[in-house]
């Protein structure tokens, strides 16, 4: 263990947990960081005496509970994709011992050379996933929590970040469309929805890929959510024709599958499309509020990408016209106070 964390509590704890616990290879003590995520959890790689790596997940309570992890990892396991084994869990504590699915995220991997391959298997995994699931195993995305996700855009992106209040016209104008974006969301078939199935969280593996990691909000929901998650990614853009012929190929794969995918391409990419707002008004706001109450500001650079999304798509589609509208009045409005999109 590194000076550094030698006076952090938790990875004392930590430790003296790895010394308790039956492992099928001995550990040495190299516990050292491996990652973080916008959570209150972290990870830690430790090495085994025969020069394996291990992953520990620490999810501090009452912050964080490694029981959804648990469940979704043995759910999502059973299908057939490749996620963390849990070798080890104290509960109580919030730790976990997971098998380590290496170091390479699909964003440190993607190009325009790889990317076609890459991409493909992450589709491939995904219809593996959607194919197996099953009502009454993960909570519903229903229309509340599609909602709530919804508000974190006035609330953190409108309010905190661009310092705006919404006059009563502007708030019924954006909850019309908030309704036009959930009617499309809640009448798509559901299916196991990782609700994060992007490039950090995607691994690249010799076999078995992708290795999928950070599932433990999984939820069961609408069937376009992870592909928008996967090709509108807010960390990596592709041009408009490589989406649309990754969505078309996913749609097709997905078909033939039996997945129960809008049978008309037209129809289904306008549900991506619709699916994809939803997601990137949330984004915007999770962005915001991962600076402004929880002090992490490395999200802000990527708030422009997701702005871009958002707008690219209100553009498409009349219903969205008072979207556009009110951004750029926003715009306007916060130009002056060093605020851009």
Not at 110 to 115: H, N, R
Not at 187 to 211: E, T
Not at 301 to 327: G, H, N, Q
Request: hydrophobic share 40%.
């Amino acid at each position: 263990m590194t000076d550094s964390l030698k006076n952090d509590a938790r990875l004392a704890k930590i430790a003296d947990w790895l010394a308790q616990i039956d492992t099928p290879q001995p550990l040495t003590d190299t516990v050292r960081p491996a990652s973080a995520d916008a959570s209150f959890r972290r990870y830690f790689r430790v090495d085994t005496a025969q020069g394996d790596s291990l992953i520990v997940m620490d999810a501090p309570p009452p912050q964080e509970d490694v029981r959804p992890f648990l469940q979704v990892a043995s759910l999502f396991g059973d299908t057939g994709v490749t996620v963390p084994k849990v070798l080890a869990s104290d509960i109580e504590q919030g730790f976990l011992l997971l098998s380590d699915l290496g170091s390479t995220t699909y964003l440190k991997q993607l190009s325009i050379d790889t990317a076609h391959k890459l991409y493909m298997d992450a589709i491939d995994a995904l219809i593996l996933l959607q194919t197996q699931s099953k009502p009454g195993q993960l909570p519903d995305y229903d229309r509340p929590l599609l909602h709530r996700e919804l508000m974190l855009f006035p609330d953190w992106y409108i309010n905190k970040h661009l310092k705006a209040t919404l006059s009563d016209d502007q708030s019924e104008s954006l909850n019309k469309i908030f309704d036009c974006i959930l009617a499309n969301n809640l009448a798509q078939p559901p299916v196991y929805v990782h609700r994060d199935y992007h490039s950090r969280n995607l691994m690249v593996m010799d076999k078995g890929n992708p290795g999928i990691l950070d599932f433990q909000d999984a939820v069961y929901g609408p069937i376009t959510y992870d592909l928008v998650s996967l090709l509108r990614d807010a960390y990596i853009q592709w041009d408009e024709e490589m989406v649309l012929d990754w969505a078309i190929r996913y749609w097709e794969r997905a078909r033939r599958a039996g997945l129960p995918v809008n049978p008309d391409v037209d129809m289904f990419y306008r549900d991506f499309e619709f699916m994809g707002l939803q997601r990137h008004l949330k984004v915007l706001g999770i962005f915001a509020r991962l600076y402004h109450r929880d002090g992490k500001d490395g999200y802000l650079a990527d708030i422009p990408l997701v702005m871009d999304y958002t707008r690219k798509t209100a553009y498409r589609y009349k219903e969205f016209s008072p979207l556009i509208k009110l951004l750029d009045t926003l715009e306007e409005n916060t130009t002056g106070v060093g605020f851009t999109f």
